[in-house]
């Protein structure tokens, strides 16, 4: 029986993708005691906040690294343009359910499904 090879550069990229997987994890961890925080801001102005702030911090990021060109694209295919703003109002929608929960005291009952939501997802997406 041979040994199996494994690449080392495979073997980083792994042990850095689960560097920052744990990191958001943690990041996700203190979200709701950060918001909690904020509960004297109704939830849907700290939503307003979120959305404009991560535009600038877009643009930011696309100027110095020269990547309009497929931002110019996508806003030229309207099919694409459908689907980016429904699946930018569903985002939306789960982040202001989020913050409302947060700031009612109901974290868990948060957590709890949209880690559901979350499974079912890649169920679906495994089956596919």
Not at 22 to 45: D, I, N, R, S, T
Not at 83 to 99: H, M, S, V
Not at 106 to 112: D, F, G, N, P, R
Request: glycine share 8%.
């Amino acid at each position: 029986m041979g040994t199996l090879q494994t690449d080392p550069a495979d073997s980083a990229r792994t042990t850095q993708g689960v560097a920052f997987g744990m990191a958001a994890y943690l990041c996700w961890g203190f979200f709701p005691l950060y918001f909690k925080q904020l509960a004297h801001v109704p939830p849907l102005e700290v939503l307003a906040h979120r959305c404009v702030w991560a535009l600038a911090t877009l643009a930011v990021i696309l100027s110095g690294t020269g990547g309009w060109g497929p931002v110019r694209a996508a806003l030229r295919d309207r099919h694409l343009l459908l689907i980016l703003g429904a699946t930018t109002l569903l985002i939306a929608t789960n982040w202001l359910i989020f913050l409302y929960a947060v700031t009612t005291s109901q974290v868990l009952q948060s957590s709890i499904a949209t880690s559901s939501i979350l499974s079912s997802r890649c169920y679906w997406a495994a089956c596919s």
